[in-house]
């Protein structure tokens, strides 16, 4: 087992608090996941849908060994509902807009799962329903956007509930990034920043039901446009030594 470090010993409604109040970027419309196709094999599920942003589509991709416990791509229960464009358990200082009708991903056993998108994405947003008496455990950091409940926020479908985020020491360097569930039924919504392909989670324990489903800012190109490396040229690492050298000369 690895070492539990509680992220400033602040949990629940302080952490949303202070997470929302810090200085990062803007508010932003999210492009949230259309899910289309879900395939149960033995012990098993797939599930397909697509980003559509403002100039591109990305393909998404979600794969659990364990199974799932149901998956909605078209009708059903809308279960993003709750509060307007302000006041949703998954809109917040960074997150424009909730999800957008009924789809979702239903989850039901403790165990690893992955998204993949086929294109690099940037800051995605995972927004998740009733975490009650599970938490999830991903590779990767992530800051805790909002709760229903907490910071003026509506309850979500199931009700409120708090969590935490919860940064576990794997050692050798490694680490575990936590979402908890400290009491009730926790709605709301966590962002990864930066640029992802891929983000891996486990679930820490079986529980009928949670859901979630992810959007994005853009993909990588739309967002960061400036960061893409220009192709690496000997002649132009030459032409940098040079002028690093001239520059020493006329210092000196």
């Not at 999210?30 to 098993?44: A, K, N």
């Not at 997150?95 to 086929?118: C, E, H, K, M």
């Not at 966590?190 to 983000?199: A, M, N, Y």
């Not at 490396?229 to 520059?247: D, H, N, Q, T």
Request: contains cysteine; hydrophobic residues 40%.
């Amino acid at each position: 087992m690895g070492t539990f470090v509680r992220k400033n010993g602040l949990v629940g409604a302080a952490l949303v608090a202070m997470l929302a109040g810090s200085p990062v970027a803007g508010a932003a419309p999210i492009f949230w996941t259309d899910w289309t196709t879900g395939t149960s094999t033995t012990g098993g599920f797939t599930g397909n849908g697509t980003i559509t942003t403002g100039t591109t589509s990305i393909a998404v991709t979600y794969t659990n060994a364990q199974g799932i416990g149901f998956f909605q791509s078209s009708g059903g229960i809308d279960y993003w509902v709750n509060g307007d464009a302000t006041t949703s358990p998954y809109t917040s200082a960074q997150v424009d807009n909730r999800p957008a009708g009924t789809d979702i991903v239903a989850l039901q056993y403790a165990g690893s799962q992955t998204l993949t998108f086929s294109q690099a994405v940037a800051n995605p947003v995972f927004a998740f329903v009733s975490l009650n008496g599970n938490g999830y455990a991903f590779d990767r950091d992530f800051d805790l956007l909002s709760l229903g409940g907490v910071d003026g926020n509506a309850c979500g479908y199931w009700g409120c509930g708090s969590a935490s985020k919860v940064v576990v020491d794997l050692g050798g360097g490694n680490f575990e990034y936590q979402l908890d569930s400290t009491g009730g039924e926790p709605h709301g919504a966590l962002q990864f920043k930066g640029t992802f392909d891929s983000v891996t989670w486990r679930s820490l324990s079986n529980e009928y039901w949670n859901g979630f489903t992810v959007g994005v800012q853009g993909s990588a190109a739309e967002v960061f446009p400036g960061d893409v490396p220009e192709p690496y040229s000997p002649a132009l690492f030459l032409l940098g030594v040079s002028a690093l050298v001239i520059a020493r000369r006329i210092r000196r």
